[in-house]
């Protein structure tokens, strides 16, 4: 089967081989690594300014779109719509998607640096932050981000099998990814099913006895990280009740003159919520058979084993905190003598993403979790680059992403307008490329391929009106692209 791949994809490379010889490749060759919201960012500045360069998109996966596909809820589709942008760039001629090469396995940075004038790394924070503290190994004690990855149908996390059958989910940290697990936790499953959801998913919610859900943070509300836009689906949410403890809210009202605009609206949406709800709410909640509980200056330091299955998660042991300092949006916390013990069956650590150096010479920085950069060029490496979460740290949404990721396509722009980076020795960038993944039997996906994988998907998906059942297996998805 390999085998056969591999013969398939010489005929490819050799196609495109010739090609490149019979249209002369001068101009920048830029390499751009991970093809999520940086990753086609970029490669838009670069296209755009620089009319004779070249960009090649190298893909772990066999799909497109990073957290785009993989991250995003099912019930956000509008924001799944800067895919429509993406796809017209990776269609411009002078771009090309190299899928499932994975630099670190399949390429080294050092292949890269051969063949390119400039590698921009741009693949994002794939794994997730611990607390590293006792009993954080017991069974059902999942990350959000594999949780998240599990109704999203990212590879590797289809057969997860969060355990559903549970009374109380405790959510660890209070970001937008908690909330976002949150609601698919507590959401009407009728509010769900005609999204891009994975039917495995769909159909362990549709089954599940979850009933309430913690929010649980170690802050308070003024230092929330949650947006307004999702809090405010929270509070609406269909058969769902939410609960806030009032001596949470101690001190806010006061406080409120001094919250800073952005915030302004989020902290009155959750001072009215827990103090003076609205009528039709009280209305709604009294009929709710689900709630959603968060709870703030709550600091995680063990898990406990349940007493009927010593095994598996059965509470989580907090300490109180008291808040540092003058009152602050930005005020950090200590932890308190004081304890409470919570009750739960399913924990879900929604703690941050992490990035990690994919290759060993990449220069990271542990501490702060990204590539050891400055503006966005890599410590150390010329013509090597970095941006989106890898280079900036998990925080911020895609249009943050975009931004940073304009920032770093202009440094990349002047550094070969002025000549920082010699863009006039010849790089063979993807002619070269190709004959190292073919001798390695690697299979590469095209944006055709992913084309041929998109439209089997959407077609999937429709005998359930959704608009796509999602390919969850990588070696299905090269079958596909294959053929
Ligand atoms: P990513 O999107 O992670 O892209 C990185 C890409 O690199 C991936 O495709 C990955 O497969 C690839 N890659 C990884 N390793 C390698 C390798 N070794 N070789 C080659 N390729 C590799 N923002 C919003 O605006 N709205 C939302 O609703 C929203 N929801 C979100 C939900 C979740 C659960 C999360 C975690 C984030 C959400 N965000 C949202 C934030 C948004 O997703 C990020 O800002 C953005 O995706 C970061 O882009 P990136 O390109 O840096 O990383
Ligand atoms: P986040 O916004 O940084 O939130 C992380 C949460 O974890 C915070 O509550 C943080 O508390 C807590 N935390 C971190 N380390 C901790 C520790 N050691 N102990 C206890 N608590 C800890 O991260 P995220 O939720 O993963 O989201 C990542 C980014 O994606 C964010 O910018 C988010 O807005 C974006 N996103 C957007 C959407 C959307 O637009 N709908 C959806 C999902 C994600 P402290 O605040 O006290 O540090």
């Not at 308070?220 to 009740?241: D, H, S, W, Y």
């Amino acid at each position: 089967m390999k085998r056969s791949f591999a013969l398939k994809n010489c005929a490819r490379h050799i196609n495109l081989r010739s090609l490149s010889t019979s249209v002369p490749r001068h101009g920048p060759q830029v390499c751009v690594i991970g093809s999520g919201p940086a990753g086609f960012y970029v490669t838009q500045h670069i296209i755009k300014t620089l009319p004779d360069a070249k960009v090649d998109i190298y893909e772990k996966l066999p799909v497109p779109f990073g957290l785009v596909r993989f991250g995003v809820a099912p019930d956000h589709p509008e924001v799944k719509n800067v895919i429509n942008s993406f796809t017209k760039t990776a269609q411009n001629p002078r771009v090309r998607f190299v899928g499932n090469v994975s630099l670190g396995k399949d390429m080294s940075l050092k292949d890269l640096q051969e063949l390119y004038h400039a590698v921009v790394l741009t693949y994002g924070a794939a794994q997730d932050k611990t607390f590293g503290i006792p009993g954080e190994d017991l069974e059902n004690i999942l990350s959000a981000r594999r949780f998240v990855g599990w109704y999203n149908g990212q590879p590797g996390d289809e057969k997860l099998n969060p355990d559903l059958s549970v009374d109380t989910v405790a959510v660890l940290g209070q970001g937008n990814v908690a909330l976002d697990v949150a609601r698919v936790l507590l959401a009407p499953i009728d509010q769900l099913k005609s999204f891009d959801i994975t039917q495995h998913a769909l159909e362990a919610l549709s089954e599940s006895r979850v009933k309430r859900v913690l929010l649980i943070g170690r802050r308070g509300p003024l230092q929330a990280a949650f947006t307004i836009k999702e809090a405010r689906e929270m509070v609406k949410l269909e058969n769902c009740k939410t609960v806030f403890r009032l001596e949470d809210f101690k001190g806010v009202k006061e406080f409120m003159p001094n919250v800073s605009r952005p915030r302004k609206r989020l902290i009155e949406l959750l001072t009215q919520t827990a103090m003076e709800p609205k009528l039709e709410l009280v209305e709604a909640w009294k009929k709710a058979e689900r709630s959603f509980e968060p709870i703030f200056y709550r600091n995680p330091v063990a898990f406990l084993p349940s007493v009927s299955t010593p095994g598996k998660v059965g509470a989580v042991k907090l300490a109180v905190t008291k808040l540092n300092g003058e009152m602050s949006e930005t005020q950090s916390v200590i932890n308190t003598n004081e304890f409470e013990e919570l009750k739960c069956g399913l924990a879900l650590r929604s703690i941050g993403y992490k990035a990690f150096a994919a290759d060993p010479d990449i220069p990271f920085d542990p501490k702060q979790g990204i590539i050891k950069n400055s503006q966005g060029r890599v410590e150390g490496l010329p013509g090597v680059y970095c941006g989106g979460w890898v280079g900036t740290g998990p925080v911020g949404v895609i249009v943050n992403t975009m931004g940073n990721a304009f920032e770093l396509g202009r440094v990349i722009e002047g550094d070969i307008k002025d000549g920082t980076l010699n863009s006039n020795i010849r790089k063979p960038g993807f002619e070269e490329a190709a004959k190292i993944l073919d001798n390695k039997g690697v299979q590469v996906v095209s944006f055709k391929d992913w084309e041929k994988i998109d439209s089997e998907e959407q077609n999937r998906g429709k005998p359930s009106g959704k608009p796509r059942e999602k390919i969850t297996k990588v070696s299905e998805m090269l079958n596909i692209a294959g053929n």
